[in-house]
């Protein structure tokens, strides 16, 4: 597999399927998230999907895949750090504010300022069309969250937070998303950078809220494993598939087609979550699937 992966960066073969890992990335970010923002805390959900990542990839991080050479251990170091921040700022946000509303602020913010970082990281720049579809995708996407934002009946009296937080929360993403493509294109072999990411980044959370736990009553422990587990398979795919597409092709073109999560997130709350969805959000809902379009058609690949 490293040989195949290794084959095709760069090549068009390579771009075509970046833009399928960027868009597998999208619909299991937004569950991804949907997980996290249940009836559960989202500070221990959080926690027990982190521990159940954590737990699986040690026997592939130390059994398996290559050992990381030395000049990665600082690396690891870094990606460590800006997670935390991320983890933190996101659970706070979920912690005040309706998920229909601040999970497109988050995923709005991510993509304006990865492209930017692309641009200074890896010498990536957008041409003229390509920003126009920017543009559409974030009117589109801060669009659903001010739309959201007049119907929602929840959290109303923390939403100025929560807004704030979804910003900041949005800059780490964006910060993860290119420091963490420097990352797996420093290693010879992507899978052990993907492995020790999981390795490492899996402990923090439940050491961070062991406190919250004794809160949990104990019918809803099981429940909580479940969702851990399943979460961790969703964060392998999801987290995997946009490293892999920054590996393969431009880091700034896959940080924004994993921003159609919105639609998906959107999608998810209409078919399992029972809201509903209108036709002024299918419109904006358009506007991102369309300004997405916009950024692959006008980067002439």
């Not at 999970?103 to 990865?114: E, I, N, Q």
């Not at 003229?128 to 119907?151: E, F, K």
């Not at 993907?194 to 961070?208: E, K, R, S, Y």
Request: proline fraction near 5%.
């Amino acid at each position: 597999m490293t040989e195949l992966i290794a084959s095709i960066e760069g090549t068009p073969a390579g771009h075509q399927a970046a833009l399928a890992l960027a868009l597998l990335a999208a619909f299991l970010h937004a569950l991804f998230g949907a997980l996290q923002k249940g009836r559960h805390d989202p500070w221990v959900s959080r926690a027990a999907i982190d521990a159940s990542y954590g737990i699986i990839a040690a026997p592939f991080a130390l059994f398996v895949v290559p050992w990381p050479e030395p000049h990665m251990w600082p690396i690891f170091a870094g990606v460590f750090a800006i997670h935390v921040g991320y983890k933190l700022s996101q659970a706070m946000c979920y912690e005040r504010g309706a998920y229909t509303v601040v999970y497109p602020v988050v995923r709005g913010t991510g993509p304006l300022f990865a492209v930017i970082g692309a641009g200074m990281i890896f010498g990536e720049h957008f041409n003229a069309g390509q920003w126009a579809g920017v543009a559409v995708l974030l009117s589109g996407i801060y669009g659903l969250a001010l739309y959201n934002l007049r119907h929602v009946t929840v959290n109303r009296e923390t939403m100025g937070p929560a807004l704030a937080l979804a910003v900041l929360t949005g800059g780490f993403v964006a910060l993860y998303t290119t420091y963490d493509a420097y990352g797996i294109r420093a290693t010879a072999d992507p899978f052990t950078f993907l492995a020790w990411f999981f390795f490492i980044d899996g402990w923090f959370m439940p050491l961070f809220t062991v406190r919250r736990w004794r809160n949990v009553p104990a019918s809803e422990f099981v429940p909580l494993i479940k969702r851990g587990v399943l979460g961790a398979f969703v964060a392998y795919f999801s987290f995997g598939a946009i490293m892999m597409a920054t590996r393969l092709d431009r880091v700034g073109e896959a940080a924004v087609l994993r921003e159609t999560s919105t639609v998906f997130a959107a999608l998810i709350g209409w078919l399992v979550l029972g809201e509903k969805v209108g036709p002024r959000r299918t419109a904006l809902m358009a506007l991102i699937a369309a300004g997405a379009v916009i950024v692959e058609l006008a980067g002439g690949n």
